[in-house]
């Protein structure tokens, strides 16, 4: 083990230029898939016709594929059908496609989980039903809804390693070039990787229990 | 319309890596249960540095990608002279990954049982073993059976990991079909359909069981 030939100026500052990529790509990613994931847990829930059934398929399908597969896909098989992606667009949007389908049944979830006789006191007393749904409903399932999104928000940053697959230059591709130089340079090399992922996401953990004593 | 021929001219090629995907999900779902179940009791045991050795793992491993921890069977253990195939290395990645949320899953299902069961059990003279096994776990196994199913899920879409690494499971040969007849689009089609159908009828299964231990109460 070479600690210091691991971790000389140079490989430490290619590393942490790929973990730069990774943060870059799982904040993008993030922002997307929870807006995504708001529209279609949202429309899903409003159960509006046609558009409710026809995303709830898509979402089955989504969530019950490898996010490998869905990563290979936006790269490798889109071309294929005349869409061309760069590397870290084509991340994205699998990564976005993936995780909004999982926030989306996050979202529905929690705001199934009001009270129906919420609902029914807020018609009653003469809001409408997009009313009753921004003022009642959403309010009251947002905040149970915390927890489980930052769980999700930090797979999601674990998922962006995936990409290395079809080469985005993030934390686990530049790591990969570091060892390639040296079989004593893996190990060291693994420990920082691995200091560096568990620092952001035990961190968004703790946010995450906070929060979950907070709310719930 | 997809391309059926790909299908069909592949078809043992496919059949060969489901086989794979099927035989390393169910070896790693054994061993994280295994470990899963180990750190759990390690969790909420009376003895201090077990379980600070359990949160050590839970937090550690629950915090790093799959990616990683097979990369340190894949490219670490070779840098200390011992090396395993790809799908070693993904089957064993996998097991000591899904074994940190398994064992959150167990552990969470055990305190959620109110102590007062286990102490009422204990005072009406069943050792704490029989308190544990006729009283505490299975009021838990209702709590844990959700989120395990889940995790179960999880592991059967994490295996494709192996085909990063050369692992001969369904994404490996899948990729190897498409690199071959330059027909990606169709297909990575029919790999997506060979993952669906171990996928989705698994959870529809788990949202029935769901279901029906919600309605149990």
């Not at chain 1, 070479?2 to 990613?29: H, M, Q, W």
């Not at chain 1, 993030?170 to 570091?178: A, D, G, P, Q, T």
Request: charged content about 15%.
């Amino acid at each position: 083990m070479d600690f210091a030939g691991a971790l000389s100026p140079d490989n430490l500052r290619f590393i942490l230029e790929g973990f730069y990529v990774t943060l870059k790509v799982a904040f993008i990613s993030i922002v997307l898939s929870f807006v995504l994931g708001c529209l279609v847990g949202t429309i899903r829930y409003a159960k509006i016709p046609i558009l409710a059934p026809v995303l709830g398929v898509i979402v089955e399908i989504l969530r019950n594929l490898p996010l490998l597969l869905i990563i290979f896909f936006t790269r490798f098989a889109l071309p294929d059908i005349g869409i061309k992606l760069d590397v870290v667009t084509s991340a994205i949007v699998a990564l976005t496609l993936f995780e909004g389908a999982i926030i989306s049944e996050i979202v529905r979830s929690g705001l199934n989980s009001v009270n129906k006789g919420q609902i029914e006191a807020s018609r009653s007393s003469g809001l409408g039903y997009t009313q009753t749904l921004w003022h009642i409903v959403m309010p009251q399932g947002l905040r149970r809804m915390v927890p489980p999104l930052v769980s999700q928000f930090i797979a999601l940053l674990k998922d962006t390693s995936l990409a290395v697959v079809i080469s985005l230059p993030e934390l686990m591709n530049h790591s990969k070039i570091v060892i390639a130089q040296s079989y004593d340079f893996v190990i060291p090399v693994l420990m920082v990787v691995a200091l560096l992922y568990f620092s952001v996401n035990y961190a968004l953990s703790l946010i995450a229990r906070r929060l979950e004593a907070k709310f719930v | 319309m997809p391309d059926f021929s790909i299908l069909t001219e592949n078809f043992d090629i496919y059949l060969h890596g489901f086989r794979n995907t099927i035989l390393a999900s169910v070896i790693a779902l054994l061993g994280s249960f295994a470990i899963g179940t180990v750190i759990a009791v390690f969790r909420i045991t009376p003895i201090r540095p077990l379980r600070w050795a359990g949160a050590m793992y839970v937090e550690f491993i629950r915090n790093i990608p799959l990616l990683l921890v097979v990369f340190v069977f894949f490219y670490g253990l070779p840098s200390l002279g011992i090396t395993l195939s790809g799908f070693v290395c993904g089957t064993l990645g996998l097991m000591i990954y899904t074994a940190s949320f398994i064992a959150e899953a167990i552990r969470a299902g055990i305190m959620s049982v109110p102590k007062g069961q286990l102490e009422a059990a204990q005072a009406s003279g069943l050792t704490y073993v029989q308190a544990m096994r006729y009283v505490v776990l299975p009021q838990a196994i209702k709590i844990v059976i959700p989120p395990l199913s889940n995790q179960s899920l999880n592991l059967i879409k994490n295996s494709s990991i192996l085909g990063v690494f050369a692992g001969l499971d369904l994404m490996y040969f899948g990729d190897q079909i498409a690199s071959r007849t330059y027909v990606t689009f169709d297909t990575y089609i029919f790999v997506a359909l060979f993952y669906l159908v171990l996928t989705l009828p698994l959870s529809y299964m788990a949202r029935q069981l769901e279901r029906k231990l919600a309605k149990s109460g």
